[in-house]
């Protein structure tokens, strides 16, 4: 299958390589890093082992690639208003787009930007950044998981799953529904209090008061989820997520860090959506709507 | 009647000064000011007229004061754990204790370390700040309100409020209940979101999605009035509490000049005493819930 990948940042930048490196055919999309990743290739710094890519398909202009099997979408929500641009020309009639990102709401909003085409969440597990072009440090974790949103071949399906384990990427499928939820549980309480209190996750955790209120708010989304006929989340789970975090080296969540650098934060996605379908559906996560709005004051 | 100031800060050095400059009997009681208003009297800076007192009765012992009639309170409620100690001293059987202090819930908890003991509400609507020992800045309005608490004497209750009016202080009745929680319809809102975002009311009102956060946050309060049995307090009056705070040149309430000095923020009767008592009654203000916890987190 060729793959397709637009971003080589932290998450592009990391899955795209693994999968060159590989073997797979891979082409890259690359805007502000194009010139320095043609002459240079890409450097993956990585706790599994480091590796260089020489020789990248790498390109400027979505429209000079060649049509994918398989596109996967590594930039941040915020940039989603650029998909109709950079999506379109690499598809053809069968292709399937895996979105690797945060959030609630983006594989509906992009099925809506792109009707008919087949759609996979994908949900990353990882620690990386992107430290300066063409350089991935990866620093702990990898694992993606697969939630069918509306891709109708599981044959392709199930190669992009042997073919990231094959990369050395630990892959599985999940539940679209139930991942995506799963996942907010953990993100819209750390991502947002992290940076409404200017801290860090081990801190939030060891005030009683901010512990209590990650809790009330992690409950916040299972009470949505519930309503919304997704199975599999409870209070257990929200204890696990407490516990993990407990055990965790002190953590700034991807919105802190892209407050600290001054970056827009993905409250669309992260907040905004996921309040408005509870809400649509009867249900209001009141602590939630109180952070969404001071991440909106605070974004700059 | 004679007057016990206890505290000569920004409240009770400029109520109990205006007192004494109107020729009633003042004692005042101050702990870390004392060998200076001793010896320089009280300096009040005042819009309305500057005036300075020379012969002050001042202690700095509860128990070397004269029996009062009426006890004026003029701490911060971070310091109510010191009132066992300093109120005895100045009470006599038919004394009147005013408390000239913020939240919700204080009287009932001094009611409870003094039982029988007749208590006074008294709402301050001013803006004035303690500068130097012995000198209070009154920058603009002064008004008082008075609530009944438990005050058994109605001829005293009406001769506390006559003594304000000749002492040039606009003075009057209120229902008690409403009177707090009217006051608490601004105050928990404003107080807390200008520590939480570290910013002041102007700020909060010109960005929709903390405009927006407010009025959420003002109709909690108002809910639990409601719920509490309190009347005269709708959505008009959060609409008039936020079209008077549009009016106003940008500002910082007493929480956020306590967080900005490092002072302790009155958190115990601004949110969590008002929260439980709403709460003890079947009504949760969730936003105001995650507010108390935002500033448990940043109390120093």
Not at 63 to 79: A, H, I, S
Not at 212 to 223: D, N, S
Request: charged fraction near 20%; include cysteine; aromatic fraction near 10%.
């Amino acid at each position: 299958m060729r793959y397709g990948i637009i971003g080589v940042g932290a998450i592009g930048g990391y899955y795209g390589s693994k999968l060159a490196y590989s073997g797979q055919e891979v082409h890259f999309l690359s805007h502000s890093d194009y010139a320095f990743v043609k002459e240079h290739g890409m450097q993956i710094d990585s706790c599994d082992g480091s590796f260089h890519l020489d020789d990248i398909n790498v390109y400027q202009h979505a429209e000079e690639m060649p049509k994918c099997d398989v596109v996967v979408v590594g930039l941040k929500t915020t940039n989603n208003h650029l998909l109709p641009t950079l999506v379109p020309p690499l598809l053809h009639d069968h292709s399937v787009v895996v979105l690797i990102q945060n959030g609630i709401g983006v594989e509906a909003d992009v099925q809506q930007m792109f009707p008919g085409v087949q759609l996979v969440a994908g949900l990353a597990f990882i620690c990386s950044a992107k430290t300066k072009p063409g350089h991935v440090n990866h620093q702990c974790y990898g694992s993606i998981n697969l939630g069918n949103y509306s891709c109708r071949n599981e044959a392709v399906f199930q190669q992009i799953i042997d073919d990231f384990t094959s990369a050395g990427v630990q892959a599985a499928e999940v539940p679209y529904e139930e991942a995506r939820w799963k996942k907010a549980v953990w993100n819209m309480p750390f991502n947002g209090m992290t940076v409404a209190l200017d801290t860090q996750t081990d801190l939030l955790l060891k005030n009683p008061a901010t512990r209590w209120l990650i809790r009330e708010q992690m409950l916040e989304v299972v009470g949505a989820a519930r309503h919304l006929g997704v199975t599999g989340i409870d209070e257990e789970f929200v204890d696990s997520m407490i516990a993990i975090t407990d055990a965790m080296t002190p953590y700034s969540p991807s919105m802190k860090l892209d407050y600290d650098f001054h970056r827009p934060m993905e409250i669309h996605y992260l907040y905004t959506r996921p309040i408005e379908i509870a809400r649509a559906a009867g249900f209001r996560m009141p602590k939630l709507e109180m952070l969404e709005a001071e991440l909106r004051f605070k974004q700059p």
